[in-house]
């Protein structure tokens, strides 16, 4: 099963607004990761926030961990058309052959309207 | 090279074909993996390498697929008697280390159709 799993599944929005996306866990996790995907095809990794921070920003995006209720939040503000893509959350499980096993939801499909 | 490299970034074949898929990752990135996506789904690992070695291969879907790392670097994604359920994008990933803080490093895909 899938271990993030992403908040709204579309979100439709107007240039210059905020997006906000969530996305939510089943497990414990060493760090949580943000990625974006055009058109279906190679995703670019956007942030990675670990697990004893509670915020990260990185230009107009911020991210929030809250371990307590298993759950992270992606913010992009002043949204452009080139922000349409699909947007995954990745929470990671150190695995016992010691590394960083992503385990991906279905995504939220971000469209911004110029 | 710059980047997560894959070839064919599109493979069309018929039910029952054998095909391999092609990763180049960053060069000397030790980890490399293997996901697979179905239209309006996120990734789902099949396998992850360190070095040559299949650490992991617990999300292979079965015995029909197969992954090599011969040289600790180029991958392939071997899948025998293809079936229509096969159809996705396979993709791979390296990363420079194992453990807890290393991001993942995305190649743009290989497109499959099993017609």
């Known amino acids: 099963s899938q271990q993030g799993e992403e908040d709204p599944q579309a979100l439709s929005i107007q240039e210059g607004e905020n997006a906000t996306m969530n996305c939510s866990y089943k497990t414990s996790i060493n760090n949580l990761q943000w990625y974006r995907q055009n058109s279906g095809r190679g995703l670019v990794h956007l942030i990675l926030?670990?697990?004893?921070?509670r915020e990260k920003h990185s230009g107009r995006l911020r991210v929030t961990l809250d371990t307590s209720k298993k759950s992270s939040s992606l913010l992009i503000t002043a949204s452009r058309a080139a922000d349409t893509a699909s947007y995954f959350c990745a929470p990671d499980q150190l695995t016992s052959g010691g590394y960083n096993k992503l385990i991906f939801g279905a995504g939220t499909r971000l469209a911004v309207h110029p | 090279g710059a980047g997560v490299s894959q070839t064919p970034s599109n493979k069309v074949t018929e039910k029952g074909k054998y095909v391999e898929l092609r990763c180049d990752p960053i060069s000397g990135h030790t980890a490399l993996y293997w996901y697979r996506q179905s239209l309006g789904q996120g990734p789902e690992f099949l396998i992850y390498?360190?070095?040559?070695?299949?650490?992991?291969d617990s999300g292979l879907p079965n015995d029909r697929f197969f992954a090599v790392r011969p040289e600790g670097s180029v991958s392939t994604l071997k899948i025998q008697r293809t079936e229509r359920g096969d159809s996705a994008v396979y993709l791979c990933a390296s990363s420079y280390l194992t453990g807890r803080y290393n991001e993942q490093f995305f190649g743009p895909g290989t497109r499959l159709t099993v017609l």
């Open positions: 926030i670990r697990s004893n921070e």
């Open positions: 390498f360190q070095g040559t070695g299949a650490a992991d």
